[in-house]
């Protein structure tokens, strides 16, 4: 008879749409490998998420959080699953992340995060050279002179007349496997609207299009602040809802938004691999 495997318990969360499987490694052993987190992340033969969440302990901080994308491929930063992770241990956190320390505070059925500072150095995002990341002279079609910036990870920042119209679904991949970005990068396009807000569309790293995605609205916001578009605080308006980001020159960006528990199982990991 085969032996009962061990089983894996997680979370299933989200923040508006982004989603993400969460692993607490605090509480039993678990060793992740990039074609783990793809099969977990697999939406045919896995749980499905956009991104998973391994939660370690932190020597820094009260908790350390790893994070993967659908592809398997580990990165430096989610914002939306910072407030997810905030929501799950209680009432304040001081979050680890590889791309810098977060520190989130849970409100109601959300949380708001300070972010840090972000990076505006080219060498920073990263860039394969030297260029002003405020006013690249480097385009894509109908994408042209984006804005750079790191929040954690890499984001490009592209301000058109109407985001709804671009077609991100072609353009974004070829942005995000282009040499300029070494480490490649995640894909926003953003208009000002009417009312002061800014819409996005998010072609993110390592998964594709998204519902929403945390650092990309902070990157946009950076953004257009940069470009003086929008001062002080802003809604960010993406498709699976909105969130609040505020950012003035010099110091940590902000963001508050929903994060959202659906469920709590255990899977048998060998029926993945
Ligand atoms: N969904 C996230 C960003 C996740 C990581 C990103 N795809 C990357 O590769 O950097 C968010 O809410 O910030």
Redesign the pocket.
Known sequence: MRPVSPKLAFHKMHGLG?DFVVIDARVQSVTMTEGLARALADRHTGIGC??LILLEPSDTADIAMR?F?ADGSE?E?????ARCVTQLIGAEAMIETPGGTIYGKSEGGGATLDMGQPRLDWDAIPLAYAMDTLDMPVGWDALENPVAVNVG?PHLVFFVDNADTVDLARLGPIIEHDPLFPDRV?VNVASVEPDGSLKLHVW????GL?RA????ACATMVAAVRRKLVDGETVVRLPGGALSIAWTPGEAIRMTGPAIHVFSAEIDIEMLL
């Open positions: 982004n956009d991104q994070i994308n990165v930063a989610c914002g939306n699953a990870n995640n993110e790293r390592g998964v998204t995605c945390g650092t990309g």
